[in-house]
C-alpha cells in the first residue's frame, strides 16, 4: 500500500501546483523486495535542471536510528549544514546536484522498507527544502477530504479532520517570500489526502492514493 501511495504520490510532487515555482522539488519512488533488501529510486528535479539517481540506499549504522518524524521536524529552512548533521549525528549521503549541495539519511523499517530524509542545501550551505519518505507519525480514523476548504488555517483542518497531518515536504517559493508546506493525512491503511499550505493556508488538495 506504501509503495502505491508514492507512486502516484511523487507524480503529484512533480507535477503539482508549485510545479517550475519552487527551488526544489523532489519526487521519492520506493521498489521493495520480498526479504530484507530495499531498492530506493530517487528521481529528483531541480528548478532549470533534472537529474535521476539510482543507487543502493543501505543505512549508515551511525546515524540511522536518527532518521525520525521527530527529527525531521526538528530541520528547520535556513539551518546551517553543521546543525543538520549534529541532529542526525553525522553526514548524510550526497546527492550530486548541479547547483545545490544534497544530503540523505537512510533507515531501514521493521517490513524492511527504508524511511528517507533528503536536505538540500543553496551556496551558503543553508536549508533550502526538506523531504521525507515512509515516516507517517500521526493516523487518522476516518479520511474526509470534503471537510477540507482551500483557504484554511493548518490548525482549522486539524480541527476539521480530527487529527494532525504528516508534514513529507518544505521548501521555499517565490524567491524565499514564502514557504511551501505538503502535509499528508493517512488512515492506519495508508489511504488519505494531501494539501499544500503556502504559509499558514491551504491552497491545493489531492487524494493518497
Known amino acids: 500500500m506504501l509503495v502505491s501511495i508514492w507512486k502516484k504520490f511523487g507524480r503529484r510532487l512533480v507535477t503539482g501546483a508549485a510545479g517550475e515555482e519552487s527551488c526544489t522539488l523532489l519526487a521519492l519512488k520506493i521498489f521493495s523486495y520480498i526479504g530484507a533488501l530495499s531498492v530506493l529510486g530517487l528521481f529528483v528535479v531541480v528548478k532549470c535542471s533534472s537529474i535521476v539517481a539510482e543507487r543502493h540506499f543501505a543505512p549508515d549504522p551511525k546515524t540511522s ?3 525520525t518524524y521527530a527529527n525531521f521536524m526538528r530541520i528547520n529552512l535556513n539551518d546551517s549544514h553543521l546543525e543538520v548533521k549534529g ?3 553525522g553526514e548524510g549521503r550526497r546527492l550530486d546536484l548541479i547547483d545545490q549541495n544534497g544530503f540523505f539519511w537512510t533507515r531501514e523499517k521493521k517490513d524492511g522498507s527504508l524511511a528517507v530524509i533528503t536536505v538540500c542545501f543553496n ?3 543553508e536549508v533550502i527544502s ?3 519518505n515512509g515516516l507517517f507519525n500521526y493516523v487518522v480514523d476516518e479520511v474526509d477530504i470534503s471537510q ?4 484554511d488555517s493548518y490548525e482549522k483542518i486539524v480541527e476539521n479532520v480530527g487529527g494532525r497531518g504528516n508534514l513529507v515536504e518544505q521548501y521555499y517559493k517565490d524567491d524565499k517570500k514564502n514557504i511551501l508546506s505538503r502535509y499528508v493525512w493517512v488512515n492506519k491503511d495508508k489511504i488519505g489526502f494531501w494539501i499544500d499550505f503556502v504559509g499558514d493556508k491551504a491552497n491545493n488538495s489531492g487524494s493518497l492514493p
Open 130 to 132: 526538506k523531504i521525507q
Open 123 to 125: 551556496d551558503k550551505d
Open 148 to 151: 477540507v476548504e482551500l483557504g
Open 87 to 89: 541532529i542526525f549525528g
Open 65 to 67: 536510528s536518527q532518521v
